[in-house]
């Protein structure tokens, strides 16, 4: 498969004592979308701004589109899209010229009207910037990069502060850009964003990759592909992980926002024994759903922290 972005040990290192880049391998295929998912101050912002050529790296080699940014950096510009996650825009031009002054900045760019409509901004083309809602400027940002007709689209959380339809909407684009053989490298706070969206992902925490795979292939490497979580009362020891980690099939245990989750293989074989434990306890079940494992559950276990912890 053609490779669309490469890099090998990349480092970024901060006055020469703050390393927040610690050899980071990445391959990046045509045509796919890409998510880089990390905690805040995990490195993951860092990484993205050097493969955008906006930071040089300490060490390490980047290639992107076969090219690197020593020697390329006018035709890479050409051929790229950049939204980043705060893009401040002039409040007092209305969004067709905004639009109309990024594609002034190509040389090939995507019918301004084209980009408008694809972005469901076409009704508000007249508006000022400044009028627009914080969806409405989350979607001109990404208009700006598309205009630009590129090959490959950095997307730095492109749905925040957007409704559910305008997330759908937004996910469409991607999935349309893909089918005209482009590349996106997508960072998100969402998870549900990154198993819908993401051929590959990449986790990446303390500056280095600590697992990368489909979101599928991530999942299955969890010990228990389900989760039983459950609320009780009135039990003594219900907090202590070993009276639950004894129970069948159980391979891991942690509480998350007052829930204790146990990651089980046969739900069927827990559930009764759970129940048992609860009512020889002589406690009171205050709460109890199962479902499969997510990416979630993968990040949590990785990292010890929800995506969307600051």
């Known amino acids: ?64 589109l076969g090219r690197n940014w020593q020697t390329h950096e006018r035709e890479l510009r050409e051929q790229l899209g950049i939204s980043l996650q705060e893009t401040r825009l002039s409040e007092r031009l209305s969004v067709r010229e905004t639009v109309e002054l990024f594609a002034s900045f190509y040389r ?57 339809q305008s997330r759908r909407q937004l996910w469409d684009i991607i999935r349309q850009f893909q089918e005209r053989k482009g590349t996106v490298l997508l960072t998100t706070h969402y998870m549900d964003e990154a198993e819908r969206l993401c051929d590959r992902l990449a986790i990446i925490d303390h500056g280095q990759i600590i697992a990368e795979g489909t979101p599928a292939e991530l999942i299955a490497r969890l ?40 990651q089980v293989n046969e739900p069927h074989e827990t559930i009764p024994a759970l129940l048992a434990e609860v009512c020889k306890q002589g406690a009171r079940l205050e709460h109890l759903t199962t ?16 995506l969307r912890e600051e």
């Open 1 to 64: 498969m053609e490779v669309a972005i490469q890099c090998r040990n990349l480092r970024k290192t901060y006055d020469q004592k703050v390393e927040a880049v610690r050899g980071v391998d990445l391959t990046i295929y045509a045509g796919e979308c890409f998510g880089l998912l990390g905690p805040n101050g995990a490195g993951k912002t860092t990484t993205i701004e050097i493969l955008e050529g906006l930071l040089t790296p300490t060490s390490g080699e980047v290639e992107v």
């Open 108 to 164: 090939y760019p995507n019918s301004v009207e084209s980009v408008l409509e694809e972005l469901s901004l076409g009704e508000k083309a007249d508006a000022w910037v400044g009028k627009l809602s914080g969806g409405q400027k989350q979607r001109l940002a990404v208009a700006t990069a598309l205009v630009a007709n590129p090959k490959v689209l950095f997307l730095d959380e492109p749905t925040t502060g957007l409704d559910p």
């Open 223 to 262: 010990t228990g592909h389900h989760v039983v979580e459950f609320a009780i009362s009135g039990m003594t020891d219900g907090s202590d992980d070993q009276v639950w980690k004894r129970l069948p099939g159980v391979q891991g245990v942690r509480t998350d926002d007052g829930l204790l989750c146990l």
């Open 291 to 306: 479902r499969q494992a997510s990416l979630e559950d993968v990040f949590v276990q990785l990292t010890g922290r929800h």
